[in-house]
């Protein structure tokens, strides 16, 4: 079945240190996107990737970053910068770029720091 | 900015009567309006969308209906069933925009 598998589904760090959350998709989309999740909000853009090697800043980058070396994978790193790191992330994909595409979304990682 | 708001919070309904959840949006450009259902623990699911030509739009128990002149769209589920509580999210999008704005959220409990 194609989907997008993120990895892991619970996470625990402490303060300080820099964690990296995997996503993966086997749909051959184009565009994948990192969204953040806190009770009772709604989701928040971290950064999103239309292609290959190519990533922008979505609403609230500072303390993350991401890579995109090939098109199935897209990573978030949570750095040490970040100052409310636990919450629940949710990684996406569209099959292009363009804003009516419906988002396929993972099942998340939920990650705790202390 | 741009911004959805999305009422109510939180919604009892008793199983088999009609729940209605609404949401608004700021940005007159957008014309897509996906509604997402997202189960405890999972990520959130695409369970209808429509687009900005249309006025609404129905599968099975679920309809949506969108007022672009009063920037307003609202979920519709009828008849429901104890599997229809989740949390429920409205979003809204415009073509050649990578940005999706999405709701807060309305948290729906089925009573059996």
């Known amino acids: 079945d194609g989907g997008i598998t993120q990895s892991p589904k619970y996470l625990f760090r402490k303060e300080g240190q820099n964690v990296t959350l995997s996503c993966e998709q086997n749909?051959?989309?184009?565009?994948m996107y990192w969204y953040r999740q806190d009770p009772g909000q709604g989701l928040r853009l971290i950064y999103y990737?239309?292609?290959?090697?190519?990533?922008q800043k979505g609403d609230i980058a500072e303390g993350y970053s991401v890579s995109r070396e090939k098109k199935e994978s897209f990573p978030l790193t949570v750095t040490s910068a970040q100052k409310n790191p636990t919450a629940f992330y949710l990684c996406?994909?569209?099959?292009?770029?363009?804003?009516?595409?419906?988002?396929?979304f993972g099942n998340g990682t939920r990650l705790t720091v202390t | 900015g741009e911004n959805v708001e999305q009422h109510p919070s939180t919604l009892s309904v008793q199983e088999g009567d009609s729940a209605v959840i609404k949401c608004t949006y700021s940005?007159?450009?957008?014309?897509?309006f996906p509604w997402y259902k997202q189960e405890l623990g999972k990520g959130p699911q695409l369970i209808i969308d429509?687009?900005?030509?249309?006025g609404e739009k129905k599968d099975q128990r679920i309809a949506v209906t969108l007022n672009k002149t009063a920037k307003h769209f609202s979920l519709h589920i009828t008849e429901t069933q104890p599997e229809d509580s989740a949390v429920y999210f409205c979003?809204?999008?415009?073509?050649?925009?990578?940005?999706?704005?999405f709701g807060a959220g309305t948290r729906l409990f089925v009573k059996a």
């Open positions: 996406a994909s569209t099959d292009t770029g363009d804003g009516d595409s419906p988002l396929h």
């Open positions: 749909l051959n989309h184009d565009a």
């Open positions: 990737s239309q292609i290959v090697n190519d990533f």
């Open positions: 940005d007159s450009a957008s014309n897509y």
């Open positions: 429509i687009r900005s030509n249309v």
């Open positions: 979003a809204a999008s415009f073509l050649r925009g990578f940005k999706t704005i």
